[in-house]
């Protein structure tokens, strides 16, 4: 899709130059943009003349000066202008492959583009990854990226991912690391596939790349009841055995849901280092605990208030830490109701797939002043959950007042709300 203008930052370039959501950047300085990368290379300038078509059709040719690191304003509709990368793999973990129909469209989307990997910390599997692609990488020394590797041994490789070209997997590390573009990588752990041996292996493989691997994430396979074929998922004695094997390997954290299946305390924050990967679920309850307890909470509230946290399964514990100590406050009441997943089955425990029918069904027999949801219920800029319903309908349905922690399950503003009954 084109460079198109979604909105603009109050009091920007933009903003002064009346450039309005619907318009598209057709170039600067003569350049077509092809993605948020030219982008931003291209108005690296003190002075420079921009391309806008309107809404309305006609073409306005902008020159402009500006600091030469100022940016113009401008928020897209997408970070790629012309057109994503597709996946290329059909692996057998794939988490698209096992949707039902009727979702929204941008569910079933398979991309695999090093752009929004660079851009926005999306995963890569490097199997569509062409010279021209590493000539540019190489050339703006882009990075760093997150990389889906499963595993390093080839064979295995080219069965998960079902695709001939996953086996070049250390190869392509390989040239990162002498192009020194530094990058993450991710292991999405299935039974019966690259755990145990296998898993040691792979490792041992990224441990050999010193300092080009920033971070290793290991993650439980996610199996939803529309899955047809058939894939174990990690139960007890594995997560202890992955748990245990990692250890061995400084970079390598496993996420937390991990720590959960195997009955164990979530680490300290020592053992997630710089928390790199934490949008995979890797010490996002550590992080969570630790803001709440940097708050100095009041003794007493004028007035009752009762809150709910409506939850995610993975999150429960976490929130049961955290309700027994706001309720101490005196005349403050908090519960935790973890939503269970009847859409995608009892195996699905994260809070970014529940959908609005399961959410009413957890909360509607709640008797509280405020339900907390996280942000990441809803697709992102709106109020829209998975199964296309929205925030209203929810509280349509259920009469509830619903307070949505906008930074996910923002533990500051759970705070600033119990602050306004003191």
């Known amino acids: 899709m084109p460079a198109v203008v979604s909105s603009v930052v109050q009091g920007s370039i933009a903003d002064e130059l009346e450039i309005e959501e619907g318009d598209i950047l057709l170039s600067i300085d003569g350049e077509k943009l092809l993605d948020m990368i030219d982008y931003r290379f291209l108005c690296k300038n003190e002075f420079i003349t921009i391309e806008i078509q309107k809404k309305n ?11 030469f690191d100022e940016d113009l304003g401008i928020v897209f509709e997408c970070a790629v202008f012309d057109r994503v990368k597709p996946c290329l793999n059909n692996c057998i973990f794939c988490f698209v492959a096992q949707q039902p129909k009727g979702l929204r469209k941008t569910l ?3 991309d695999d583009d090093y752009r929004l990997s660079y851009l926005q910390g999306t995963y890569i599997t490097t199997t569509n990854l062409s010279e021209s692609d590493k000539e540019r990488i190489s050339r703006l020394h882009l990075g760093p990226f997150y990389i889906s590797v499963h595993t390093t041994n080839p064979d295995l490789r080219v069965k998960m991912l079902r695709n001939p070209n996953a086996g070049k997997i250390m190869d392509n590390l ?15 752990l299935c039974p019966g596939y690259n755990d145990g041996k296998e898993l040691r292996r792979t490792l041992e493989d990224l441990s050999s790349l010193g300092e080009a ?5 290991i993650v439980p396979v996610g199996v939803t009841q529309f899955r047809q074929s058939e894939l174990k998922t990690v139960n007890a004695l594995i997560a202890k055995e992955t748990i245990e094997i990692a250890s061995n390997y400084p970079k390598a954290c496993c996420s937390d849901e991990f720590f959960l299946l195997a009955g164990q305390d979530i680490p300290s924050a ?15 309850l550590r992080t969570l605990m630790d803001d709440f307890d940097t708050f100095e909470l009041p003794d007493r509230l004028e007035k009752k208030l009762a809150i709910a946290f409506a939850c995610s399964v993975a999150a429960e514990s976490a ?7 706001l309720n101490r406050i005196k005349n403050l009441y908090t519960s935790v109701h973890p939503v269970k997943s009847t859409y995608w089955g009892k195996n699905i425990t994260v809070a970014g797939l529940i959908t609005s029918e399961d959410l009413i069904n957890a909360i509607i027999n709640i008797n509280a002043d405020y339900i907390i949801v996280p942000s990441i219920m809803l697709k992102p800029y709106s109020d829209l959950f998975l199964d ?11 009469g509830k007042n619903i307070f949505v922690a906008e930074n996910n399950y923002s533990v500051c503003e759970v705070i600033d709300l119990i602050n306004e009954h003191v």
């Not at 929130?319 to 100590?325: D, N, T, V």
Request: no cysteine; proline share 1%; aromatic share 14%.
């Open 57 to 67: 059709g006609e073409i306005e040719e902008i020159e402009l000066e500006k600091d």
């Open 108 to 110: 079933y989307i398979k």
């Open 174 to 188: 390989r040239w990162f690391k002498e192009n020194e573009i530094p990058f993450h990588t991710q292991i999405v």
């Open 213 to 217: 691997v920033l971070s290793i994430a």
């Open 270 to 284: 020592d053992y997630y280092g710089n928390f790199s990967q934490l949008d995979d679920g890797v010490g996002s």
């Open 319 to 325: 929130f049961k830490y955290i309700s027994s100590k």
């Open 388 to 398: 296309g319903n929205s925030l209203e309908y929810v509280i349509n349905k259920t």
